[in-house]
């Protein structure tokens, strides 16, 4: 393993920032540290670098323990969300200055410093200064000034916070590449589900310093261990009900409950395209109004509104609403193909086995 956290903890008071937090990170993987403010992740990030020391647990890189190893002797790259470029400096010089640090030859400077300008697609920019950049170049010069000393490990904190949404999905793809072509160990912080689903191998998944799931991007979306992973990794529909004669019911829907037991409270948990739709009132168990929809580009989210009152969300493409004629106010029946039985959010990793359920398809299943 590249890097290891074993039982690690950091405490800047009575209430832990990360409590008793355990992951590995394979050597070239990419890997995104995901969670809302004060969950954790730059906290994790930082003890890693060494800009933090853990109160317990211990750190290992390669197989090294680097608790009591300063910041200089771990052989990390780390750029902050700030970009923290020297402004007195221009790109090139930037660049060279962990070289120089180093005490690299002048000639081996010059020849990395060309090679990462190329690379990184700042070619007649060197003489420039950070003012004199967008956004998108100050952010190539910050990673390339932390690659240039060859760190086995690349470090990111929010990186691409600072810039525009276009920039920013240029920037994602840009670093998908970037890793593909360096194979440098890389674990980014980010607040935004997207980019960590879009970018990273795997996904770590903090809250109130606890950490909720890792999986691939797949399995967070498909397999969220609770209640917190399955709101805030896309969209969910969350139903809370009662198991009465094993079945949980919740308005007009039923759901099996054979294995629970009686009286048990029961947290249901379906994603939008599990709520499969049609015009032929008879095709599916349950009646609801479509009530509105949403225009999401090549997606459409629909909001079902039931008998009860209960508001559902579904999804499909355009194409398919086009094909059955749908428009709101419209009388639909619908089925939940598959859904989940949700653990309350955990403190730490959960130990109770979740619940997947599945319902032979009927029509085409909608992403």
């Known amino acids: 393993m590249s890097i290891e956290l074993k039982n690690v903890t950091k405490a800047f008071g009575p209430v832990p920032a990360v409590n008793q937090v355990t992951f590995s990170v394979k050597e070239g993987e990419l890997m995104a540290l995901l969670g809302p403010s ?73 020849s990395r410093v060309e090679e990462l300008l190329k690379l990184f697609g700042l070619e007649g920019l060197e003489k420039r200064y950070p003012h004199q950049l967008s956004g998108g170049q100050r952010q190539r010069v910050a990673i390339a000034r932390a690659l240039a000393p060859k760190p086995s490990v690349l470090l990111l904190d929010e990186p691409f916070g600072a810039v525009d949404a276009k920039i920013r999905q240029e920037l994602r793809e840009w670093l998908v590449t970037l890793h593909h072509d360096l194979n440098v160990t890389t674990i980014f912080v980010t607040h935004d589900q997207e980019e960590a689903m879009e970018v990273s191998n795997r996904i770590v998944i903090f809250s109130r310093g606890n950490l909720e799931q890792i999986g691939t991007p797949r399995e967070v979306y498909e397999q969220p261990a609770n209640e917190f992973v399955a709101r805030f990794i896309g969209v969910m529909n969350v139903l809370d009900t009662v198991v009465s004669g094993g079945v949980a019911r919740i308005g007009e829907m039923q759901f099996p409950a054979h ?101 032979p398809p009927t029509i085409g299943e909608h992403i």
């Open 38 to 110: 004060g969950g954790g992740k730059t906290t994790v990030l930082r003890m890693i670098a060494g800009l933090e020391m853990p109160t317990a647990g211990d750190i290992f890189i390669r197989g090294r323990r680097v608790n009591e190893l300063p910041v200089q002797e771990r052989n990390i790259g780390f750029v902050f969300q700030s970009y923290a470029l020297f402004k007195n400096m221009t790109v090139a010089k930037n660049i060279a200055f962990g070289l120089k640090i180093k005490k690299w030859k002048r000639p081996d400077i010059l």
């Open 259 to 359: 294995d629970q037991p009686e009286g048990c409270l029961l947290r249901i948990g379906f994603r939008p395209y599990a709520v499969q739709i049609s015009t032929d009132l008879a095709l599916f168990p349950y009646r609801a109004i479509l009530r509105h929809t949403f225009f999401l580009g090549i997606m459409l989210r629909l909001e079902l509104e039931l008998p009860s009152g209960l508001i559902l969300r579904s999804r499909m493409t355009k194409e398919d609403y086009a094909q059955l004629g749908l428009e709101d106010g419209r009388a639909i029946s619908f089925q939940i193909r598959n859904y989940r039985v949700l653990a309350r959010e955990s403190a730490g990793l959960p130990t109770e086995k979740e619940l997947s359920y599945q319902l």
